[in-house]
T-cell receptor, first 112, second 113 residues
Framework: DTEVTQTPKHLVMGMTNKKSLKCEQHMGHRAMYWYKQKAKKPPELMFVYSYEKLSINESVPSRFSPECPNSSLLNLHLHALQPEDSALYLC???????????FGPGTRLTVT | AQSVTQPDIHITVSEGASLELRCNYSYGATPYLFWYVQSPGQGLQLLLKYFSGDTLVQGIKGFEAEFKRSQSSFNLRKPSVHWSDAAEYFCAVVPYNTDKLIFGTGTRLQVFP
């Protein structure tokens, strides 16, 4: 099974709200990722967790706060977002360095 | 500069026709190479990957790709396209000794009946 699940599928939030995106995988993968994808663009890497520790932060604004509670779960906490943060947020996982990444279906976020 | 290039932004083919999507990379050491497909509003699905060995790799949905070191290319092919293949296709690399997946700009495939 190569499934990565993400909830919610859609999220609409105001600029003063606090919300969270959730991602789960049960493949025993040691690395998990958050990507942001704008329309008609490739995904852009935001964060990488390796063995539950943050290993890469691609200079993402602090209004995005990642969390990895355990090896199967990855959260992205959102606070005080801007309309330009509206995008498809994708989660992925992989077995190890250089390994293929498996993506979830994404959360479509709209900031009003 | 290190990059992944997909020269074709948009390709249109007739159903049943053959397909080739181009991908070139610019890295010192041969990276790990991937092709992903994305249907509108969906996540990305891995089609195939190349790490080493046989330069012609088979993937899912009848796709194959050929790694050519001399041309720094990893082109995706399919002998007969189906209407359901209409989607966005991304070539991606993981450069040597990194944990980052770097995507090309994508090629949008449109299939006419």
């Amino acid at each position: 099974d190569t499934e990565v699940t993400q909830t919610p599928k859609h999220l609409v939030m105001g600029m003063t709200n606090k919300k969270s995106l959730k991602c789960e995988q049960h493949m025993g993968h040691r690395a998990m990722y958050w990507y942001k994808q704008k329309a008609k663009k490739p995904p852009e890497l935001m964060f990488v967790y390796s063995y539950e520790k943050l290993s890469i932060n691609e200079s993402v604004p602090s209004r995005f706060s990642p969390e990895c509670p355990n090896s199967s779960l990855l959260n992205l906490h959102l606070h005080a977002l801007q309309p330009e943060d509206s995008a498809l947020y994708l989660c992925a996982s992989s077995q190890g360095y250089f390994g293929e990444q498996y993506f979830g279906p994404g959360t479509r976020l709209t900031v009003t | 500069a290190q990059s992944v290039t997909q020269p074709d932004i948009h390709i249109t083919v007739s159903e049943g026709a053959s397909l080739e999507l181009r991908c070139n990379y610019s890295y010192g050491a041969t990276p790990y190479l991937f092709w992903y497909v994305q249907s509108p509003g969906q996540g990305l699905q891995l089609l195939l990957k190349y790490f080493s060995g046989d330069t012609l790799v088979q993937g899912i949905k009848g796709f194959e790709a050929e790694f050519k070191r001399s041309q720094s290319s990893f082109n995706l092919r399919k002998p007969s396209v189906h209407w359901s293949d209409a989607a966005e296709y991304f070539c991606a690399v993981v450069p040597y000794n990194t944990d980052k997946l770097i995507f090309g700009t994508g090629t949008r495939l449109q299939v006419f009946p």
